[in-house]
């Protein structure tokens, strides 16, 4: 760990950000099926990336010999969501997402609206219980096993925590690394199966909510 730094969350890091996200989602969220080369692809990662900046309050990144290979998202109830400055302009990437084949935005509108009815059912009279949110936390694969992720987990506990922050939650599905969550102490609190019905076959995801209480409730 001695040669990894870690520092916030810079507009320059945007497109290792994006790196970061097909690594960790590109099976679960079908992102693999698009060419990676296309504005369509560019266009959709601007769509993801822009849904974990909208809502986060703090950020850092790990880089490691010159190179962004871990960051972590987070937001804590009441600070300023400030990573909002850094989303990019949406007229190109409505131009792009409106020239994808007919079967691309069927794919894209199939994932959204099922991942958001699935998502918005397993928090529904829960997400008011919590007052922090791990927007996004992600490793590269070759810099696994180093001890970035727990870096990058505590010092998003230590900032949630200067925060007031009792209790957060965060959504993860069967396609992701859910052993780190649980080993650093998350306990999952709901489930539910996601079934996705793309034009190039169906596939099948458990969504997770967990969360992880820095504070007793007084």
């Known amino acids: 760990m001695s040669d990894v730094l870690i520092r916030d969350i810079e507009e320059k890091d945007l497109p290792a950000l994006k790196t970061l996200i097909v690594e960790a989602f590109g099976d679960g969220w079908n ?26 309050t ?14 972590v998202l987070a937001s804590a109830k009441g600070d ?3 990573f909002r400055l850094f989303q990019q302009d949406i007229a190109p990437n409505t131009l792009a997402l ?28 829960r997400v008011e219980e919590y007052d922090g949110s791990l927007e996004f936390i992600a ?18 506990s230590v900032y949630l925590e200067s925060k007031k922050v009792k209790s957060l939650y965060l959504i993860s599905d069967s396609a992701c690394n859910i052993g780190f969550y649980e080993h650093n102490g998350f306990s999952r609190v709901a489930s539910s199966e996601a079934v996705y019905d793309y034009t190039t076959g169906q596939k ?3 969504i997770f909510v967990y969360e992880y209480r820095l504070r007793e409730p007084s």
Not at 107 to 125: K, R
Request: no cysteine.
């Open 204 to 206: 099948r995801f458990d």
């Open 98 to 125: 409106l020239s994808a084949s007919e079967a691309e935005r069927t794919d894209i509108v199939t994932h959204l609206a099922t991942s958001f009815q699935t998502i918005g059912q397993l928090l529904e009279n």
């Open 139 to 156: 490793v590269s694969k070759e810099s696994q096993g180093l001890g970035i992720g727990n870096a990058l987990w505590k010092e998003a």
């Open 31 to 56: 992102l693999r099926r698009f060419d990676q080369e296309s504005d369509v692809f560019g266009a959709l990662l601007d769509v993801y990336l822009s849904i974990f900046l909208n809502s986060s």
């Open 58 to 71: 703090f950020g850092r990144v790990a880089e490691r010999e010159g190179k962004v290979v871990g960051a």
């Open 80 to 82: 300023a969501a400030t």
